[in-house]
T-cell receptor, first 114, second 115 residues
Framework: AQSVTQPDIHITVSEGASLELRCNYS??????LFWYVQSPGQGLQLLLK??????LVQGIKGFEAEFKRSQSSFNLRKPSVHWSDAAEYFC????????????FGSGTRLQVQP | DSGVTQTPKHLITATGQRVTLRCSPR?????VYWYQQSLDQGLQFLIQ???????AKGNILERFSAQQFPDLHSELNLSSLELGDSALYFC??????????????FGEGSRLTVL
């Protein structure tokens, strides 16, 4: 069965510092991969997605992610974090290649220090 | 604002009771998904409907059922509630059944507390 692992439960970075959130997946075929963000009391908002093609994908709010098939990873990055980026971040894989019945990781909570 | 509306936002009930959660998808979206977010299980896919028909099923308990109506709104029915059913229930919608670059748009969730 496919799975998604986010090894970091909680990360704290200083405002202006760079950020990398890790995501590893287990999936037999070429996966559809997603990163979502959830702010307190809010639903999930899509940051970016990877289906095929260029392995470096750009998303909203200055985020990017790189798909590395050899490492089964899809890490999320941002060069300079803003205080408003404090939230919980979820990596997800589409378990039925396109049906959007997503399997989510356990999430990484990001704290931003002033 | 994603355009997906969920009601109620908060619901407190007792064990053994039955509740109904409602979801209105984005205008024009035919596909509706239900997800459960709990502290111990994380975010789990429950069920998907497309244009009134069930299309995919995840970790949905037999005590739970859902349907999508002709006007495309969906309801998730939870019965014989247990303490462990306390969770945030999300609805999401998409314009497509499958494939392509379509994305899911999530509502803000219905928080269910079972006492």
């Amino acid at each position: 069965a496919q799975s998604v692992t986010q090894p970091d439960i909680h990360i704290t970075v200083s405002e202006g510092a760079s950020l990398e959130l890790r995501c590893n997946y287990s999936y037999g075929a070429t996966p559809y991969l997603f990163w979502y963000v959830q702010s307190p009391g809010q639903g999930l908002q899509l940051l970016l997605k990877y289906f095929s093609g260029d392995t470096l994908v750009q998303g909203i709010k200055g985020f990017e992610a790189e798909f590395k098939r050899s490492q089964s990873s899809f890490n999320l990055r941002k060069p300079s974090v803003h205080w408003s980026d404090a939230a919980e971040y979820f990596c997800a894989v589409d378990q039925d290649t396109g049906r959007r019945a997503l399997t989510f990781g356990s999430g990484t909570r990001l704290q931003v220090q002033p | 604002d994603s355009g997906v509306t969920q009601t109620p936002k908060h619901l407190i009930t007792a064990t053994g009771q039955r509740v109904t959660l409602r979801c209105s998808p984005r205008s024009g979206d035919l596909s509706v998904y239900w997800y459960q977010q709990s502290l111990d299980q994380g975010l789990q896919f429950l069920i998907q409907y497309y244009n009134g028909e069930e299309r995919a099923k995840g970790n949905i308990l037999e005590r739970f059922s859902a349907q999508q109506f002709p006007d495309l709104h969906s309801e998730l029915n939870l019965s014989s509630l247990e303490l462990g059913d306390s969770a945030l229930y999300f609805c999401a919608s998409s314009s497509r059944l499958a494939g392509g670059s379509g994305e899911l748009f999530f509502g803000e969730g219905s928080r269910l507390t079972v006492l």
